[in-house]
């Protein structure tokens, strides 16, 4: 189920990517639309939605954790606490800043 979930989500922004790749006078494709997870929105507004590929890293008990990339390297990772509603988005580059939200999103 895990893998099928993240080919989805795969799938899901590979298409939004190309949807924005489109011409100039359509608005750029929002990639998270689909899915009701309320941590998107704050994602897309931190470090927007750009990205080639958002792998579903984590579904699972309390927390779920995305990967966000480009050109195959994670560039972000998101881990959402569900009981604590509480998302933590870190920079995974190598010259990145770490830790750049962690907040309670109600």
């Known amino acids: 189920m895990k893998n099928v979930i993240k080919a989805m989500i795969t799938l899901f922004l590979a298409a939004g990517v190309l949807a924005a790749c489109g011409g100039d006078d359509k608005e750029e494709a929002d990639v998270f639309?689909?899915?009701?997870?309320?941590?998107?929105?704050?994602v897309k507004e931190e470090i927007g939605a750009d990205f080639e590929s958002a792998d579903l890293e984590n579904d699972e008990g309390n927390s779920r954790v995305i990967l966000y990339e480009n050109e195959g390297k994670p560039e972000y990772k998101s881990v959402?606490?569900?009981?604590?509603?509480?998302?933590?988005?870190?920079?995974t580059q190598d010259e990145g800043e770490g830790q750049i939200y962690n907040e309670v999103i109600r």
Do not use: Q
Request: no cysteine; net charge negative; proline share 5%.
């Open 33 to 42: 639309a689909e899915k009701d997870w309320p941590e998107l929105e704050v």
């Open 80 to 91: 959402y606490i569900l009981d604590e509603e509480r998302l933590k988005i870190i920079s």
